[in-house]
């Protein structure tokens, strides 16, 4: 299989931002659409929400630690066969699910299975953008990223409307077909940039992962993974059933996932291009902190403006977030692992991940509140901010060029 080698930030550029716009738009539709699932799984299987939540943190815990090994294999093979690998075990988790009889199964095909597809993909397609960008890398991260904000609003509404229609199990066999069409359909547009593969003479330039590792920026980068990944993820599982806890109908409830994703489209556009003129790691913090800050309107809410409003603040901060940590990486580190770097600093988000939603969900089931829930995530959140922070300065560039970048 060969890569084409067009020159900088060329249309074959362009082309590769658009595919990982689309492949993140499918993935993380389908992963977030569990939301619009959570109601049908709790009264089918009779389980508690601390539970069904566990559906959704097994899934993040395998695909942010699997991203490490989807980061290596793409670094190998290329990113266009290892990501459509993973969009054909998504669909599979999906069929698998539809088929369930007891949670035991949907732990399996939605927890693992899709997880470990979604590993396939992520960390391969938002690293393949890196590389082929130099002045907008910013802007071109945030595009690509974006499509998880555009997945996040679409597909979990979707879900709703096929429930409604075809009940919950004919909607994910609806949704594995249309996994299989789009998602594949955009990671075989993928290709590895020029920069990012050894010519003739010798290996690419930048650190390797083992180099990166030891650099005080990359343990900095892995503290904030750690302490962000709560704050960020435990909305995607629990906001839907917080609204209907107050009064809101299943369709405004399940339409705050999508608002999150509006608020992250904004926040992958504006904040990525933002962060080219005032710097990615200042910016960054800022993302950080806004995060936190937004927990205050879901403490105080008692309707649905402010819920409508933390979840747009909120996608506004995870999508600055999440589309500048692999600009960041390429910016410290360089392209010759940046596969692998990104996915390793990501598996600092999988136990958060994981523990974050299944915490939340056993706090809710104890005191029947989330106010404990948004008071440590808030704390949480102001520790990610802090540890950011040390990435800003000439003092915290120098650091992370410890080893120098070949």
Known sequence: MSDAQPSEESRQAWVVVWACFIALAVIFGVSYSFAAFFAS?????????????????????????????GGMLADRYGPR???????????????VSSLAQSMAVVYA???????????????????????????????????????????????????????????????????????????????????????????????????????????PAFRWMYLMAVAAAPS??????????????????????????????????????????LADRAGRPLTLALAQASLGLSYLLWAAADGYLAMAVFALWLGLSYGGIVSLMPALCMDLFGARAVSAIIGTLYTGAAFGNLLGPWVAGAVFDAQRSYLPVIWGCMALSALATAATWRLIGPRAAARSSATPVR
Do not use: N
């Open 109 to 215: 095909g939605y927890g693992l299975g899709i997880g470990l597809g979604i590993a396939l993909v992520y960390t391969p397609s938002i690293a393949c953008v890196q590389p082929w960008f130099t002045r907008r890398r910013g802007l071109a991260a945030g595009i690509a990223s974006a499509g998880i904000g555009a997945g996040t609003v679409a597909v979990p509404l979707a879900a709703t409307a096929l429930i409604g229609a075809l009940q919950w199990r004919g909607a994910m066999a609806v949704l594995a077909g249309g996994v299989l069409v789009l998602g594949l359909g955009a990671t075989l547009m993928l290709r590895r940039a020029p920069s990012a593969m050894s010519g003739k003479g010798g290996a690419v330039a930048g650190h390797t992962l083992r180099e990166a590792m030891r650099t």
């Open 41 to 69: 799984l709790t009264r089918d299987f009779q389980a508690d929400r601390a539970d069904v939540s566990l559906v959704f943190g097994l899934s993040g815990l395998v695909y942010f630690i699997g991203g490490a090994g």
């Open 81 to 95: 066969a290892v990501c459509s690998a993973g969009m054909a075990l998504i669909a599979g988790g999906l069929l």
């Open 232 to 273: 960020m993820f435990i909305p995607f599982a629990h906001v839907s059933a917080a609204a209907r806890d107050l009064g809101l109908a299943d369709a405004q409830a399940v339409g705050l996932v999508g608002l999150i994703g509006i608020g992250s489209l904004v926040g992958r556009f504006v904040i990525g291009a």
